[in-house]
C-alpha cells in the first residue's frame, strides 16, 4: 500500500493564500488556521503556538504589528528547522516577513512574504516526511 505521509499539504500555494488574506484584511487565515495549519506548524516547530484568532485580536490595537511579530517569530524558526534540515536557501525569517509587509505593502509585499514562508514551510515538510517514511 501507499505510504502514510505525516505532513499532506506541502504544496501549498502562498502568494495565492497571501493575496487573498491581503484582500480580506487579515480574515483569510481566521478561517484558514485553525483548518489543520495550527497543528501542523506546533508539530513541525515541536511547542504550542499562540492561535492565530488571538494574535489577530491583539493586532487591533497594534495596528497589526502583532499578528506580524508572531508570523515573523513562526518564520525564523522555521527557518532555523530548515536550515538544521540541510535545505537550501532562500528561506522565510523575521525579516523577510517583516519587511515585505510593512516597506513592501504598494508591491504585494504581504504575498511577497506569505509565498516565502509556505515556500519554506512546504519544503520542512516535505523533508520531515522523507524522515518518516
Not at 517569530?73 to 532562500?90: C, H, M, Q, T, W
Amino acid at each position: 500500500g501507499e505510504i502514510e505521509m505525516k505532513y499532506k499539504h506541502t504544496n501549498r500555494p502562498g502568494f495565492l493564500l497571501g493575496l487573498i488574506d491581503f484582500f480580506t484584511a487579515g480574515l483569510f487565515f481566521l478561517f484558514y488556521m485553525p483548518r489543520g495549519l495550527q497543528d501542523e506548524l506546533e508539530s513541525v516547530l515541536g511547542h504550542k503556538v499562540m492561535p492565530y484568532w488571538k494574535a489577530y485580536l491583539l493586532g487591533i490595537p497594534t495596528l497589526f504589528i502583532y499578528p506580524l511579530i508572531w508570523m515573523g517569530r513562526i518564520a525564523d524558526e522555521l527557518k532555523n528547522i530548515a536550515v538544521d534540515l540541510g535545505l537550501s536557501g532562500p528561506y522565510t525569517s523575521f525579516r523577510h516577513m517583516f519587511d515585505w509587509n510593512v516597506f513592501g505593502l504598494i508591491l504585494m509585499g504581504p504575498a511577497v512574504a506569505t509565498q516565502r514562508f509556505f515556500d519554506t514551510l512546504n519544503r520542512v515538510e516535505r523533508k520531515l516526511n522523507e524522515r518518516f517514511c
